[in-house]
């Protein structure tokens, strides 16, 4: 008899990760019928002009598979995004890679970039997705703090140590940067972007930014690409996509900018991964990138009410926060409310108020370090946020 148990195991590398804590939220918010502020996709619809360009290209017969890396004719448009938006000029036939969502272009990104065992910095509390990703590529991720007592920054003294300590393991290959921040809603300031640079030149790593949020900034933060400073364009991976600027998020359009021969690799990587993204929604890209700037410019305003709405909501309800500059999520501290850890905390929100957050220590790679957080987003209408308001006023406290 052959050893079924044997035979029946799944992966070292499935058995690293859990299921996605975000899904498993959302899936206990439809089960109690709560309003579910833990998933970031908008609850109102995606623009006309989007959705009129989608059906125009499925009728005129862009039903096939497209260039596995791109239709030329989102290349183009990404590549004249870049130059109005940052003077920015990419090379459309060399340098961009569509893919399927920011998430494949980072994993396409890793993979092509990164061998088994080599380490990876991060960022902590990192978007979830980061440590899965070091995981399927056989990295080791090197977390580096962000400082909740200082709005999130980070303490250059502390990037180094972990830098210094990696070069004692064999050296760092890659830092992953999201900017503007998921879970944290920071814009990394000119002076940290120089100083990551700064010591992406001095110690020869990469670069992969995830910059899905850049339209999203507040309060007069921009966002600024870190492939633009000096000596930084042929070590740095760009990634960003149509799912939030667009609220597309189910349309899985993203794309990375990297020099001519790493966008080889990473090409190869995508094609046998996916062998591209949906043909007729790259047409529907190409004309929606070619928007105006007023677009952008009320995209970030309507997110900005949505923030101060929902901002005021928690601290009406009794949770310390820290205001977001960019992107459309909010940090909440708990322990003014509740002695109870952060996913006994969101499991009763659910349950009792009818509203569901994700757990703090999802985004870190101890948990303890996240058992007093929360995460709310606020990429929903403002209808549905102050109904928020009166579920949450119905009193948290434990
Ligand atoms: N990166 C970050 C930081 C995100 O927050 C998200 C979605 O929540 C994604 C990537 C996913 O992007 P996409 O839909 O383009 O795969």
Redesign the pocket.
Known sequence: MPDQGAERRVSLKAGRFTESVIREMTRLANRHGAINLAQ?FPNFPAPHFIKVAAHRAIDAEFNQYAITWGSPRLREAIAEKYARHYGWEVDPEREITVCC???ESMISSILALIDPAEQVAVFEPF?E?YGPDTVIAGAVPVFVPLDAQRAWAFDYASIETRIREAASRGGLRALIL?TPN?PTGRVFSDQELESIAELARRHGFYVIT?E?YEHITYDGHRHRPIALLPGMRDRTVTIS?L?KTFSV?GW?L?YVIAPADLTGAIRKVHDFLTVGAPAPLQEAAAAALRIGADYYQNLAENYRRRRDLLLAILEDAGFKTWTPHGAYYIMADISQLTDETDVEFVKRLIREQGVAAVPGSSFFSRPELGRQLVRFTFCKTEALLEEVGRRLRKGLSR
């Open positions: 970031g969502g920011a998430t978007y997705n999201n998921n995830d899905i996509g799912s998020t899985r993203g």
